[in-house]
């Protein structure tokens, strides 16, 4: 069952999900969904008093004997006017009682056997029947499928234009500090917690895992790498099902696995240029043409400008958007493989400490001792650089 609106297909569908045979799944309405419950109960229910007519006569025509005596004629008599199983089961037992002193306790037992025994079988399995009806709507879990229309890739071919431009950096603002929120609140949960919190169970998986090991240096020039407190590291993925882990809804055969492994290292500053008061210019690569008309010089990456900001500020300029800019060119002494896509993060640390930090992104320079707060630690680099590849 389901509870949110528009967005989720109603009706019967195929669930390709689990094991290599498709299951077909009924998504309803909250409502709906109750709605159905309680009629499934009342039909069972009526299936299982309907079932017992049935049985009753296949066991009427087996116990027929051609010499009957009265035990055997009120046993007949008993399983034509039950109802349900339940009255034969209790009726079965009470008939024997009163022919104890005639013909025995336990003979009489022994003639009504059969139908004591089916009888308790039935009411066994309708009661199961009745107690996991639930398992019907409870077994797919919280798995439902997505109306395709709401499904559409992002436009950025008129990225550059500035509407569109900016609308694209408020979405993608947007997206990035929702999906920090989200590794805060389920991935730190998926290590070894039990996931209570329903926005990590929005997706088919509340958490990818990975393996983390250590691997040389990616780049062409090694000394870029930093070593102090440093050593690269590898991230595998593994093999991701489009099916199992991204949701994409298809059938076995049809889905694709994706495996994403990224060598990382802290990048020196070997490339930076401070050309004047509170600018600094990362030379990573060319950008443009030789020559550009902006006066754009050549080979800058990123120019980031050291200046107070707030919160709401969206700092991005074409360079620092690599994955979109067509014309970023990464320096060949910076990385000479042609079969990866580097990737550089630039990250500010306008942070004052109060201890010292080693970290290789977020490392401290010299204290500063104050009258208020004792020794203060400001950031050793104004920008520090990660590089992947």
Same mark, same amino acid.
């Given at each position: 069952?389901?509870?949110?609106?528009?967005?989720?297909?109603? *009706?019967?569908?195929?669930?390709?999900?689990?094991?290599? !045979?498709?299951?077909?799944?009924?998504?309803?309405?909250?409502?709906?969904?109750?709605?159905?419950?309680?009629?499934?109960?009342?039909? %069972?229910?009526?299936?299982?008093?309907?079932?017992?007519?049935?049985?009753?006569?296949?066991?009427?025509?087996? #116990?027929?004997?051609?010499?009957?005596?009265?035990?055997?004629?009120?046993?007949?008599?008993?399983?034509?006017?039950?109802?349900?199983?339940?009255?034969?089961?209790?009726?079965?037992?009470?008939?024997?009682?009163?022919?104890?002193?005639?013909?025995?306790?336990?003979?009489?037992?022994?003639?009504?056997?059969?139908?004591?025994?089916?009888?308790?079988?039935?009411?066994?399995?309708?009661?199961?029947?009745?107690? #996991?009806?639930?398992?019907?709507?409870?077994?797919?879990?919280?798995?439902?499928? %997505?109306?395709?229309?709401?499904?559409?890739?992002?436009?950025?071919?008129?990225?550059?234009?500035?509407?569109?431009?900016?609308?694209?950096?408020?979405?993608?603002?947007?997206?990035?500090?929702? /999906?920090? %929120?989200?590794?805060?609140?389920?991935?730190?949960?998926?290590?070894?917690?039990?996931?209570?919190?329903?926005?990590?169970?929005?997706?088919?998986?509340?958490?990818?895992? !990975?393996?983390?090991?250590?691997?040389?240096?990616?780049? /062409?020039?090694?000394?870029?790498?930093?070593?102090?407190?440093?050593?690269?590291?590898?991230?595998?993925?593994?093999?991701?099902?489009?099916?199992?882990?991204?949701?994409?809804?298809?059938?076995?055969?049809?889905?694709? #696995?994706?495996?994403?492994?990224?060598?990382?290292?802290?990048?020196?500053?070997?490339?930076?240029?401070?050309?004047?008061?509170?600018?600094?210019?990362?030379?990573?690569?060319?950008?443009?043409?030789?020559?550009?008309?902006?006066? =754009?010089?050549?080979?800058?990456?990123?120019?980031?400008?050291?200046?107070?900001?707030?919160?709401?500020?969206?700092?991005?300029?074409?360079?620092? #958007? %690599?994955?979109?800019?067509?014309?970023?060119?990464?320096?060949?002494?910076?990385?000479?493989?042609?079969?990866?896509?580097?990737?550089?993060?630039?990250? =500010?640390?306008?942070?004052?400490?109060?201890?010292?930090?080693?970290?290789?992104?977020?490392?401290? *320079?010299?204290?500063?001792?104050?009258?208020?707060?004792?020794?203060?630690?400001?950031?050793?680099?104004?920008?520090?650089?990660? *590089?992947?590849?």
């Amino acid at each position: 069952m389901s509870t949110t609106a528009t967005n989720i297909f109603i *009706g019967v569908w195929q669930n390709h999900n689990d094991g290599t !045979w498709p299951t077909w799944t009924l998504t309803l309405k909250q409502r709906d969904g109750g709605v159905l419950s309680a009629a499934l109960v009342l039909f %069972v229910g009526f299936a299982a008093t309907q079932a017992w007519n049935v049985v009753k006569l296949i066991l009427h025509q087996v #116990l027929l004997r051609s010499r009957r005596d009265g035990l055997d004629q009120q046993l007949q008599a008993m399983l034509r006017n039950s109802g349900t199983h339940a009255g034969a089961a209790w009726f079965s037992i009470r008939i024997p009682l009163g022919w104890r002193r005639q013909r025995g306790l336990m003979h009489g037992l022994a003639r009504s056997s059969p139908i004591l025994i089916v009888s308790l079988v039935l009411m066994a399995s309708w009661a199961a029947a009745q107690i #996991l009806l639930s398992r019907i709507w409870t077994s797919a879990g919280d798995e439902f499928l %997505v109306n395709n229309e709401i499904c559409r890739w992002v436009n950025i071919t008129d990225i550059y234009s500035l509407p569109n431009f900016q609308t694209f950096s408020i979405d993608y603002k947007q997206r990035v500090e929702s /999906a920090s %929120v989200y590794v805060d609140l389920c991935y730190d949960a998926a290590e070894g917690q039990n996931i209570q919190n329903a926005f990590c169970q929005r997706l088919p998986r509340a958490a990818i895992n !990975w393996t983390m090991s250590d691997a040389p240096c990616p780049f /062409a020039d090694p000394s870029l790498c930093i070593s102090t407190n440093s050593t690269p590291v590898m991230l595998d993925t593994g093999y991701l099902s489009s099916s199992a882990h991204f949701g994409i809804h298809t059938r076995q055969e049809d889905s694709i #696995l994706y495996r994403r492994v990224a060598n990382c290292s802290p990048v020196t500053t070997a490339y930076q240029d401070s050309p004047e008061k509170n600018v600094i210019d990362n030379y990573y690569g060319s950008n443009g043409t030789p020559d550009p008309s902006d006066g =754009t010089p050549v080979g800058l990456t990123l120019r980031y400008h050291d200046r107070a900001i707030t919160m709401d500020d969206i700092s991005m300029s074409t360079y620092n #958007l %690599v994955p979109i800019s067509a014309g970023w060119q990464y320096n060949a002494t910076f990385i000479d493989r042609q079969d990866v896509q580097p990737v550089l993060m630039f990250i =500010t640390n306008p942070i004052v400490y109060t201890e010292p930090n080693y970290d290789p992104i977020f490392r401290t *320079g010299a204290g500063l001792n104050t009258s208020a707060f004792g020794v203060l630690y400001n950031a050793s680099t104004t920008l520090s650089i990660l *590089g992947c590849m």
